[in-house]
């Protein structure tokens, strides 16, 4: 299998299966109390901007189009998060519902396992409190 055929972007599906993998993170954190306090509550009402910047984000992250970087430059995601509170709590938060999206959306087993990994590294390092 050719390298670009390998990264988890084409593995998901492309740019449909990021979207639809975006669309039901926010979905679930914008519905479940569960994730009301403190997650939902450092996020805008109107979630259609983080939507697309998270899609944006994960596209070039995941080894596909690098949409995020084109449009906005380096992610810096330490630094434009850095007004947020990420604290354990939110991180925490973050990834339960992201991996409860990887499982509604039904991601490969050895995938998701690689994905649970790379977002928990990645959710470890944006803790700012």
């Known amino acids: ?34 994730w009301q306090t403190p997650l939902r509550d450092i996020h805008p009402k109107d979630l259609s901007a983080s939507r697309e910047k998270l899609f944006l984000f994960l596209s070039g992250w995941l ?14 995601l330490r630094a434009r998060h850095g007004s947020f ?24 087993p050895e995938l998701y396992a690689h994905l649970q990994g790379a977002f928990q590294r990645t959710a470890d390092f944006m803790r700012n409190r």
């Open 1 to 34: 299998m050719p390298e670009s055929e390998n990264t988890p972007y084409a593995r998901l599906g492309g740019e449909e299966a990021v979207r639809k993998l975006v669309n039901r993170f926010y979905d679930l954190m914008d519905s479940e109390t569960l």
């Open 63 to 76: 080894g596909g189009p690098d949409l995020y970087v084109q449009r906005f430059g380096h992610p810096r």
């Open 85 to 108: 509170p990420v604290d354990d709590q939110a991180r925490d938060q973050w990834m339960a519902c992201m991996l409860r999206a990887m499982h509604d959306v039904e991601i490969e």
